[in-house]
T-cell receptor, first 111, second 114 residues
């Protein structure tokens, strides 16, 4: 079972920052937070991951709360091509390492 | 990130026939690959984990004799849907573990069984 809770859908205006929340209140010490997105009829695309520190790459920023029970993915300047389903996944990188997907957030970027 | 090539992207087959889907790791030797299935408007469902040179580990409820997985080399894993039926029509996606534990996904295969 997925260990995360995300809003079903969100809208954001083009050019604005899109902030996608995720709750993972049962996360354990060995588990990382991963974000992926899936554009319609394609395979998921890796975005970013982190353990406890905030992370930033060319695609997005990941803010993880100090208690690690929630996180926010930030797309700083959303474009129409960022319209997709965004999945927040908690994963233990030891052992089986499998990714279990929840329902994700359907983000729509509006012109 | 790593490049995963999945073929075919689309396939239509007759009920009762078998279909093979290939997943190739183009720039990384993937010890572990995952196979997922996705029905319309639903999330990805993990079907099985394949490790190079050993038998695949199937998730609960997935028939191992129907969904044959072979991971004979570090760059190729295959999923064969045997005796396909219309209810097997779905979007099948493979994934490999990258060097920094992130997973990279193939483009997916849309299977339609008629």
């Amino acid at each position: 079972d997925a260990k995360t809770t995300q809003p079903t859908s969100m809208d954001c205006a083009e050019g604005r920052a899109a902030n996608l929340p995720c709750n993972h209140s049962t996360i354990s010490g060995n588990e990382y937070v991963y974000w992926y997105r899936q554009i319609h009829s394609q395979g998921p695309q890796y975005i970013i991951h982190g353990l406890k520190n905030n992370e930033t790459n060319e695609m997005a920023s990941l803010i993880i709360t100090e208690d690690r029970k929630s996180s926010t993915l930030i797309l700083p300047h959303a474009t129409l091509r960022d319209t997709a389903v965004y999945y927040c996944i908690v994963r233990d990188i030891q052992g089986a390492q499998k990714l279990v997907f929840g329902q994700g957030t359907r983000l729509t970027i509006n012109p | 990130g790593a490049v995963v090539s999945q073929h075919p992207s689309r396939v239509i087959c007759k009920s009762g026939t078998s279909v093979k889907i290939e997943c190739r790791s183009l720039d990384f030797q993937a010890t572990t690959m995952f196979w997922y299935r996705q029905f319309p408007k639903q999330s990805l469902m993990l079907m099985a984990t394949s490790n190079e040179g050993s038998k695949a580990t199937y998730e609960q409820g997935v028939e191992k004799d129907k969904f044959l997985i072979n991971h004979a080399s570090l760059t190729l894993s295959t999923l064969t849907v045997t005796s396909a039926h219309p209810e097997d029509s779905s979007f099948y996606i493979c994934s490999e573990l990258g060097p920094n534990t992130e997973a990279f996904f193939g483009q997916g295969t849309r299977l339609t069984v008629v």
